[in-house]
């Protein structure tokens, strides 16, 4: 999992061979005005799903994971707290579709931490991962980057 500042995308870039192309449309997009639904950036490899979810209370927050794409989660407005753990150490598996690419865990959060407007986190395959917690609605730009 990584937890920066959409400034520092530059440091994360070359971390896969798809990030580049991810930043770039983050960077040079006008995230604040972007139609709610998919952005094909390079057709199933990296697309963007712009939404505007109500937060949640971390208490019913249930973690998910992902085996074919790896989530990058840019916060546009409002405030997000997002839930992490590592999914070697999970045993609660819920079940896993493969056709949306999501499994969900019952086990708790390792941690929480919040996500400002101009960050982002990266989650991996190998993360689980409790989105859209918090307070109200918030406005966030969901990167699905083929692992």
């Given at each position: 999992?990584?937890?920066?500042?959409?400034?520092?995308?530059?440091?994360?870039?070359?971390a896969?061979?798809?990030?580049?192309?991810?930043?770039?449309?983050l960077?040079?997009?006008?995230?604040?005005?972007?139609d709610i639904?998919r952005?094909?950036?390079?057709?199933?490899?990296?697309?963007?799903?712009?939404?505007?979810?109500?937060?949640?209370d971390?208490?019913?927050?249930?973690l998910?994971?992902?085996?074919?794409?790896?989530?990058l989660?840019m916060?546009?407005?409002?405030?997000?707290?997002m839930?992490?753990?590592?999914?070697s150490?999970?045993?609660?598996d819920?079940?896993?579709?493969?056709?949306k690419?999501?499994?969900?865990?019952?086990?708790?959060?390792?941690?929480?931490?919040p996500?400002?407007?101009?960050?982002?986190?990266?989650?991996?395959?190998?993360?689980?991962?409790?989105?859209?917690?918090g307070?109200g609605?918030?406005?966030?730009?969901?990167?699905?980057i083929?692992a």
């Open positions: 999992m990584i937890l920066d500042s959409l400034s520092n995308a530059r440091y994360y870039e070359h896969h061979p798809l990030f580049a192309k991810a930043f770039k449309f960077l040079e997009s006008p995230l604040a005005t972007l639904g952005i094909d950036i390079q057709g199933d490899d990296v697309f963007a799903l712009v939404q505007e979810p109500d937060g949640k971390i208490v019913g927050a249930k998910e994971a992902h085996r074919r794409y790896i989530d989660q916060i546009v407005s409002g405030d997000e707290v839930g992490w753990a590592p999914l150490g999970l045993g609660h819920l079940g896993f579709n493969e056709e690419d999501c499994g969900f865990w019952s086990d708790k959060p390792m941690a929480f931490f996500v400002r407007p101009g960050c982002f986190a990266i989650f991996f395959p190998e993360d689980a991962h409790a989105p859209n917690c307070k609605k918030s406005r966030k730009i969901v990167v699905k083929k």
